[in-house]
Nanobody
Framework: QVQLVQSGGGLVQPGGSLRLSCTASGSIVDIVTMGWYRQAPGQERASVALLILPETTRYEASVQGRFTISRDNAKNTVYLQMNELKPEETDVYYC?????????WGNGTRVTVSS
């Protein structure tokens, strides 16, 4: 059973940057998309950034120009570079890899934007 392990969250000041990582424990074949989502307490998980293989990206409007999704095939890893972070972006962030036959979710990592 392949698992997605996330890292890189934490506390950052407003205007700061963080890079989230999501590494698959094994090979996933027939990947369609790789994405990042965030979820606030009591709310549904919402898409932040999407990579449609091989190289098409889509971003939620509020993060356009500040967040960048990328991948490293050799490391089985997808990244989310987040710049100019805002306090309202304090959430738990999840990665997801969608293959033809199923979805894989990361374990979630908390990002806190606060001074």
């Amino acid at each position: 059973q392949v698992q997605l392990v996330q890292s890189g969250g934490g506390l950052v000041q407003p205007g700061g940057s963080l890079r989230l990582s999501c590494t698959a424990s094994g090979s996933i074949v027939d990947i369609v998309t790789m994405g990042w989502y965030r979820q606030a307490p009591g709310q549904e998980r919402a898409s932040v950034a999407l990579l449609i293989l091989p190289e098409t990206t889509r971003y939620e409007a509020s993060v356009q120009g500040r967040f960048t999704i990328s991948r490293d095939n050799a490391k089985n890893t997808v990244y989310l570079q987040m710049n100019e972070l805002k306090p309202e972006e304090t959430d738990v962030y999840y990665c997801k890899i969608r293959a033809i036959d199923r979805d894989f979710w990361g374990n979630g990592t908390r990002v806190t934007v606060s001074s």
